[in-house]
């Protein structure tokens, strides 16, 4: 899909849902915040969007180098899809997510 029109994402997503799609996934994610949120204003199915590994690295090797918070722009990131509509998330965080719920 072209990248810098929204329609044909909703096009697309229309389609997929007149196929019978279960649930209509947005990938990769970040950059199409826009489109999770015109997708789920425009259908009944639940929004999943990808995090993909490209956003993951970017958000690990900024870390590192000690250029941001990862943590603080991991959690920030992933709220920013719920915002955007989403109702669930795959993303390459699942395991430190879980483990720092898990310390509270």
């Known amino acids: ?17 007149n196929e019978g799609a279960d ?3 947005v990938k990769p994610a970040l950059a199409y915040l826009d489109v999770i949120a015109k997708i789920k ?11 993909v590994s490209g956003e993951y690295a970017m958000v690990k ?3 590192e180098r000690g250029w941001l918070d990862a943590e603080k722009v ?11 509509g989403a109702d669930a ?3 390459y965080f699942a395991r ?7 310390r509270g």
Not at 1 to 17: I, T
Not at 96 to 102: G, I, M, P, T
């Open 61 to 63: 090797a900024a870390g």
């Open 1 to 17: 899909m072209d990248p810098a029109n929204a329609r044909e994402a909703l096009r697309e997503a229309r389609l997929d849902q």
């Open 41 to 51: 204003a425009n259908t009944d199915l639940p929004v999943v969007c990808y995090n």
């Open 89 to 91: 998330v795959i993303t």
């Open 74 to 84: 991991r959690d920030e990131m992933l709220l920013a899809f719920f915002r955007a």
């Open 23 to 25: 649930f209509l996934m």
């Open 96 to 102: 430190e997510v879980a483990q720092a719920a898990q």
